[in-house]
């Protein structure tokens, strides 16, 4: 069963970076995709990125693609979420998650494994 913990979040002002990192315990780690999604206050869950476990594919929402860059280093056991040109609607609770089937999906009940999450706040 994987485990994992989320950390790189903080306070930013708008058109600053953060990297987000999620290191997982499961030694199988690289049989697992990974996916980042982001939750603001009232709102519902939503994807942000996505990564196979091959690293063959990649996935983004629309909001966030040419901003946001998903990796992962299997030997690390980690995924990150490289997040430059912020801005405050990315503000919000940043989970990243893993699934143990083939491909990247956008939807959260198709992920078995959450981090506890970490929090993003970008000032105007």
């Known amino acids: 069963q994987a485990q994992l913990v989320e950390s790189g979040g903080g306070l930013v002002q708008a058109g600053g970076s953060l990297r987000l990192s999620c290191a997982a315990s499961e030694r199988t780690f690289s049989q697992y995709s990974m996916g980042w999604f982001r939750q603001a206050p009232g709102s519902e869950r939503e994807f942000v990125a996505g990564i196979s476990r091959s690293v063959l594919s990649t996935s983004y929402a629309d909001s966030v693609k040419g901003r946001f860059t998903i990796s992962r280093d299997n030997a690390k056991n980690t995924v990150y979420l490289q997040m430059t040109s912020l801005k405050p609607e990315d503000t919000a609770v940043y989970y990243c998650?893993?699934?143990?089937?083939?491909?990247?999906?956008?939807?959260?009940?198709?992920?078995?494994?959450w981090g506890q999450g970490t929090q993003v706040t970008v000032s105007s």
């Open positions: 998650a893993a699934k143990s089937s083939l491909g990247v999906s956008t939807t959260p009940r198709t992920y078995a494994y």
